[in-house]
Protein backbone atom coordinates (compact mmCIF):
# COMPACT_ATOMS: atom_id res chain seq x y z
CA UNK A 1 0.00 0.00 0.00
CA UNK A 2 1.87 3.70 -1.04
CA UNK A 3 1.88 5.58 1.90
CA UNK A 4 1.00 9.36 1.74
CA UNK A 5 2.85 12.24 3.77
CA UNK A 6 1.42 15.74 3.97
CA UNK A 7 1.71 18.38 6.50
CA UNK A 8 0.68 17.80 9.68
CA UNK A 9 -1.17 21.58 9.55
CA UNK A 10 -1.24 24.58 8.07
CA UNK A 11 -3.09 27.75 8.73
CA UNK A 12 -4.65 30.03 6.25
CA UNK A 13 -6.83 33.49 5.86
CA UNK A 14 -10.17 33.79 4.20
CA UNK A 15 -10.08 34.94 0.98
CA UNK A 16 -7.18 33.30 -0.05
CA UNK A 17 -6.45 29.91 -1.84
CA UNK A 18 -4.79 27.15 -0.23
CA UNK A 19 -2.85 24.39 -1.57
CA UNK A 20 -1.86 20.96 0.44
CA UNK A 21 0.65 19.06 -0.99
CA UNK A 22 0.92 15.11 -0.58
CA UNK A 23 3.52 13.01 -1.36
CA UNK A 24 2.88 9.45 -2.21
CA UNK A 25 6.82 8.18 -3.93
CA UNK A 26 5.45 4.32 -4.22
CA UNK A 27 1.98 5.38 -5.89
CA UNK A 28 0.75 1.99 -7.90
CA UNK A 29 0.03 2.04 -11.64
CA UNK A 30 -3.77 1.15 -10.49
CA UNK A 31 -4.02 3.64 -7.48
CA UNK A 32 -5.84 6.89 -7.68
CA UNK A 33 -5.04 10.03 -5.78
CA UNK A 34 -7.99 11.07 -3.55
CA UNK A 35 -8.89 13.54 -0.92
CA UNK A 36 -11.69 13.88 1.68
CA UNK A 37 -12.47 16.29 4.21
CA UNK A 38 -13.07 15.52 7.55
CA UNK A 39 -15.05 17.91 10.40
CA UNK A 40 -15.11 17.10 14.12
CA UNK A 41 -17.18 15.13 15.14
CA UNK A 42 -18.36 13.86 11.56
CA UNK A 43 -17.41 11.21 9.32
CA UNK A 44 -14.68 12.08 6.26
CA UNK A 45 -16.40 13.97 3.24
CA UNK A 46 -15.00 12.99 -0.47
CA UNK A 47 -13.89 16.31 -1.92
CA UNK A 48 -12.18 14.83 -5.35
CA UNK A 49 -10.13 12.02 -6.82
CA UNK A 50 -7.62 11.88 -9.89
CA UNK A 51 -5.40 9.75 -11.70
CA UNK A 52 -2.87 12.27 -13.46
CA UNK A 53 -2.68 15.63 -14.51
CA UNK A 54 -5.61 18.07 -13.45
CA UNK A 55 -9.35 17.46 -11.94
CA UNK A 56 -11.70 20.58 -11.00
CA UNK A 57 -14.94 20.37 -9.48
CA UNK A 58 -17.05 22.66 -7.68
CA UNK A 59 -15.22 22.80 -4.28
CA UNK A 60 -11.63 22.10 -5.60
CA UNK A 61 -8.82 21.46 -8.12
CA UNK A 62 -5.90 18.22 -7.62
CA UNK A 63 -2.87 19.07 -9.66
CA UNK A 64 -1.03 15.95 -10.20
CA UNK A 65 2.51 15.68 -12.10
CA UNK A 66 3.41 13.62 -14.82
CA UNK A 67 5.50 10.93 -12.18
CA UNK A 68 2.25 10.97 -10.04
CA UNK A 69 4.67 11.18 -6.99
CA UNK A 70 2.60 14.39 -5.41
CA UNK A 71 -0.79 15.83 -5.70
CA UNK A 72 -1.54 19.51 -4.87
CA UNK A 73 -5.02 19.93 -3.44
CA UNK A 74 -6.22 23.43 -4.09
CA UNK A 75 -8.86 25.16 -2.29
CA UNK A 76 -9.70 28.44 -4.12
CA UNK A 77 -10.76 31.48 -1.68
CA UNK A 78 -10.82 29.42 1.36
CA UNK A 79 -13.86 30.51 3.94
CA UNK A 80 -13.83 29.78 7.90
CA UNK A 81 -16.06 27.10 6.98
CA UNK A 82 -13.66 24.92 5.30
CA UNK A 83 -11.40 24.77 8.81
CA UNK A 84 -10.87 20.86 9.12
CA UNK A 85 -8.76 18.10 8.07
CA UNK A 86 -7.74 17.05 4.93
CA UNK A 87 -7.18 13.52 4.03
CA UNK A 88 -4.86 12.39 1.29
CA UNK A 89 -5.41 8.52 0.21
CA UNK A 90 -3.99 6.47 -2.99
CA UNK A 91 -6.85 3.66 -3.53
CA UNK A 92 -6.22 1.28 -5.82
CA UNK A 93 -9.72 0.33 -7.97
CA UNK A 94 -9.87 -2.99 -6.64
CA UNK A 95 -13.23 -4.33 -5.46
CA UNK A 96 -13.29 -4.63 -1.53
CA UNK A 97 -11.12 -1.84 -1.17
CA UNK A 98 -10.09 -0.04 2.12
CA UNK A 99 -9.48 3.59 2.38
CA UNK A 100 -6.19 3.56 4.50
CA UNK A 101 -6.01 7.13 6.53
CA UNK A 102 -2.78 8.91 7.10
CA UNK A 103 -2.94 11.75 9.72
CA UNK A 104 -4.13 14.01 7.30
CA UNK A 105 -3.52 18.06 7.47
CA UNK A 106 -5.29 20.25 9.73
CA UNK A 107 -6.37 23.25 7.91
CA UNK A 108 -7.55 26.01 10.00
CA UNK A 109 -9.30 28.88 8.39
CA UNK A 110 -8.91 32.53 10.19
CA UNK A 111 -10.69 35.32 9.82
CA UNK B 1 -31.32 11.31 -0.67
CA UNK B 2 -31.21 10.22 2.50
CA UNK B 3 -27.27 9.62 3.86
CA UNK B 4 -25.84 6.70 5.91
CA UNK B 5 -27.66 6.84 9.02
CA UNK B 6 -25.57 4.89 12.32
CA UNK B 7 -27.48 4.55 15.76
CA UNK B 8 -26.90 4.94 18.08
CA UNK B 9 -24.88 8.17 18.02
CA UNK B 10 -23.28 7.94 21.54
CA UNK B 11 -22.76 4.52 23.83
CA UNK B 12 -21.37 4.32 27.17
CA UNK B 13 -20.65 0.70 28.28
CA UNK B 14 -18.25 -0.80 30.67
CA UNK B 15 -15.51 -3.03 30.30
CA UNK B 16 -16.05 -6.38 29.73
CA UNK B 17 -19.63 -5.75 27.90
CA UNK B 18 -20.34 -6.10 24.44
CA UNK B 19 -21.82 -3.66 22.38
CA UNK B 20 -23.48 -3.54 18.65
CA UNK B 21 -23.57 -0.84 16.49
CA UNK B 22 -25.62 -0.28 13.59
CA UNK B 23 -25.51 1.34 9.92
CA UNK B 24 -27.97 2.10 7.23
CA UNK B 25 -26.33 2.88 3.91
CA UNK B 26 -27.45 4.73 0.91
CA UNK B 27 -30.45 3.41 -0.72
CA UNK B 28 -28.87 1.12 -3.57
CA UNK B 29 -25.45 1.06 -2.20
CA UNK B 30 -24.15 -2.73 -1.42
CA UNK B 31 -20.84 -2.29 -0.11
CA UNK B 32 -20.60 -1.02 3.63
CA UNK B 33 -17.22 -0.59 5.33
CA UNK B 34 -16.29 -0.09 9.18
CA UNK B 35 -14.08 1.86 10.91
CA UNK B 36 -12.57 3.16 14.06
CA UNK B 37 -11.43 6.43 14.45
CA UNK B 38 -9.13 7.47 17.75
CA UNK B 39 -6.99 10.82 18.90
CA UNK B 40 -4.04 8.44 19.35
CA UNK B 41 -4.12 5.75 15.72
CA UNK B 42 -6.41 7.96 13.36
CA UNK B 43 -9.05 6.36 10.58
CA UNK B 44 -8.53 2.53 10.69
CA UNK B 45 -10.18 0.29 8.68
CA UNK B 46 -12.33 -2.71 10.23
CA UNK B 47 -13.87 -4.50 7.61
CA UNK B 48 -16.08 -4.36 4.34
CA UNK B 49 -18.90 -6.17 3.49
CA UNK B 50 -20.83 -6.53 0.30
CA UNK B 51 -24.00 -8.55 -0.79
CA UNK B 52 -23.92 -10.07 3.17
CA UNK B 53 -20.25 -11.00 2.66
CA UNK B 54 -17.02 -9.69 4.46
CA UNK B 55 -14.55 -9.30 1.59
CA UNK B 56 -11.76 -7.72 3.47
CA UNK B 57 -10.45 -7.53 6.99
CA UNK B 58 -8.40 -4.95 8.65
CA UNK B 59 -5.95 -5.79 11.16
CA UNK B 60 -8.17 -6.23 14.53
CA UNK B 61 -8.81 -8.97 16.86
CA UNK B 62 -11.79 -11.38 17.32
CA UNK B 63 -13.52 -9.37 19.63
CA UNK B 64 -14.22 -7.20 16.64
CA UNK B 65 -17.21 -8.92 14.26
CA UNK B 66 -19.36 -7.32 11.49
CA UNK B 67 -22.41 -8.85 9.77
CA UNK B 68 -24.42 -7.47 6.75
CA UNK B 69 -28.16 -8.42 6.08
CA UNK B 70 -29.84 -8.62 2.35
CA UNK B 71 -31.49 -4.91 2.67
CA UNK B 72 -27.64 -3.93 2.82
CA UNK B 73 -27.73 -2.78 6.65
CA UNK B 74 -24.80 -3.51 8.38
CA UNK B 75 -23.68 -4.21 12.21
CA UNK B 76 -20.95 -4.33 14.06
CA UNK B 77 -20.28 -6.20 17.12
CA UNK B 78 -17.39 -5.47 19.95
CA UNK B 79 -17.30 -8.31 22.64
CA UNK B 80 -15.38 -8.05 25.86
CA UNK B 81 -14.92 -4.23 25.96
CA UNK B 82 -11.91 -2.94 27.10
CA UNK B 83 -11.19 0.72 27.40
CA UNK B 84 -9.13 1.24 24.48
CA UNK B 85 -12.38 0.53 22.26
CA UNK B 86 -13.59 4.04 22.94
CA UNK B 87 -13.47 5.42 19.87
CA UNK B 88 -15.54 7.17 17.12
CA UNK B 89 -17.16 4.04 14.71
CA UNK B 90 -17.90 5.66 11.07
CA UNK B 91 -19.57 3.32 8.26
CA UNK B 92 -19.00 4.26 5.06
CA UNK B 93 -21.13 3.09 2.02
CA UNK B 94 -20.59 2.80 -1.79
CA UNK B 95 -22.10 1.10 -4.30
CA UNK B 96 -19.55 -1.08 -5.22
CA UNK B 97 -16.63 -0.39 -2.91
CA UNK B 98 -14.08 0.15 -5.85
CA UNK B 99 -11.68 2.93 -5.96
CA UNK B 100 -11.55 5.79 -3.64
CA UNK B 101 -14.54 7.86 -4.94
CA UNK B 102 -18.03 7.59 -3.96
CA UNK B 103 -17.83 6.42 -0.44
CA UNK B 104 -20.33 8.18 1.91
CA UNK B 105 -19.87 7.97 5.42
CA UNK B 106 -22.18 8.29 8.20
CA UNK B 107 -21.82 10.49 11.29
CA UNK B 108 -20.86 8.08 13.35
CA UNK B 109 -20.98 6.47 16.80
CA UNK B 110 -19.23 7.43 19.70
CA UNK B 111 -18.14 4.58 22.00
CA UNK B 112 -16.85 5.27 25.57
CA UNK B 113 -15.71 2.39 27.45
CA UNK B 114 -15.54 2.87 31.08
Known amino acids: LAKTTQPISMDSYEGQEVNITCSHN???????ITWYQQFPSQGPRFIIQGYKTKVTNEVASLFIPADRKSSTLSLPRVSLSDTAVYYCLVVANNAGNMLTFGGGTRLMVKP | KAGVTQTPRYLIKTRGQQVTLSCSPI?????VSWYQQTPGQGLQFLFEYFSETQRNKGNFPGRFSGRQFSNSRSEMNVSTLELGDSALYLC?????????????FGSGTRLTVV
Open chain 2, 92 to 104: ASSLAGTGGAGYT
Open chain 2, 27 to 31: SGHRS
Open chain 1, 26 to 32: NIATNDY
